[in-house]
Nanobody
Framework: QVQLVESGGGLVQAGGSLRLSCAASGRTFSRYTMGWYRQAPGKQRDLVAGIFSDGSTYYADSVKGRFAISRDNAKNTVYLQMNSLKPEDTAVYYC???????????WGQGTQVTVSS
């Protein structure tokens, strides 16, 4: 079992930055693929970014060049640095963990990010 707790959401003006953090429980954090998803009102939950256990990353096209995912295995934490934020980035952001590939088994409770124009 993995428990995930997100933090760092909030209200920011367009063009601003936020850094989300996700603290994970468990001793095998370094083995998991970690990801960030987001869900805007009335829309489906979509992938934002992911990072494999070897540190390689992948991103949704909509955030490439603006967002950066990273992990600190010593702290059991994954981060999402979000720069040049746009109103369309407004959503609840969820942290997720995958024990195998990109099949995400565990989810956090979500943190709200609101970008004002």
């Amino acid at each position: 079992q993995v428990q995930l707790v997100e933090s760092g959401g909030g209200l920011v003006q367009a063009g601003g930055s936020l850094r989300l953090s996700c603290a994970a429980s468990g001793r095998t954090f370094s083995r998991y693929t970690m990801g960030w998803y987001r869900q805007a009102p009335g829309k489906q939950r979509d992938l934002v970014a992911g990072i494999f256990s070897d540190g390689s990353t992948y991103y949704a096209d909509s955030v490439k060049g603006r967002f950066a995912i990273s992990r600190d295995n010593a702290k059991n934490t994954v981060y999402l640095q979000m720069n040049s934020l746009k109103p369309e980035d407004t959503a609840v952001y969820y942290c997720a963990a995958a024990s195998t590939g990109r099949k995400y088994d565990y989810w956090g409770q979500g943190t709200q990010v609101t970008v004002s124009s």
